[in-house]
């Protein structure tokens, strides 16, 4: 029941069939488009505008593919980052393994090397510092194994990566109590992002305070969403 299988999306790219859950962890359309379009670009890059310095949390930290797409933006900006991912389900290393990324997505040198430093990185919730090479930046990995239900951080990130199960599988972790977790956990100009457009999804956001965006979906799904902390008029 708690085994995964390995597959190929639409782009190329590979992603997890959860035995545990019955979902797998990325879009079938394509796993690594996904990460760039949702929580890069709608996410990462959008909050990241004259900041050198950025925090991300993400809910959840899979397979690391949000992660290792964030440091590579970080580190192609010259941006500092620090990266912390909550998971009650580390993926064993074996199965990284089959996954291989680095050369399904064709990385270069300093990218895998990036990519094996944050997967070597211990559980233990401590913020773990990468070789960044020449640059002068610092990128930070904390690997917190943690139920996302027991997050009690407070005003400490610029951006969350919405990225549980999808409502139909996990109802559990789309509700106002869950918003209302990261709304707290956001800094007050903070920005949430999520694959996810479902209509109760974004009034559970806008009961906690949130102001919701709905935003060109990757290839493959119309919408997906952005709640900011701060409101605009
Ligand atoms: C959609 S996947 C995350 C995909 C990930 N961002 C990636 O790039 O691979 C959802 C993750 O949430 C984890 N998860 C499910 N329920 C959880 C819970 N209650 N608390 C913490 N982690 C949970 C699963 O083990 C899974 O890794």
Redesign the pocket.
Known sequence: MEGHRVFETQDGSR??F?E??G????SKYG?WQE?QHV?VEAGLRYQSIDKDSISVL??????????I?SLFFAFQQNMSLEYV???????PAKTLADLDYPSILDWDEDQTGLYHQMQAFDWDGKPQHLKTFQKNISLSVAKRK?????LSDLEQYDVI?Y????PEA?P??WTVEMFERMYNALKPSGALVTYCAKGQVKRNMKAVGFSVERLKGPPGKREMTRAMKETFE
């Open positions: 992603s997890l959860s545990r859950f979902v797998s962890y990325h796993a990460t929580f993400d809910i959840g930290f899979g397979t690391g593919l949000n992660c797409a991912g909550l998971e009650a389900f580390p993926v943690q139920r996302f239900e027991e990566y990225d549980a199960f999808a996990q559990e972790l």
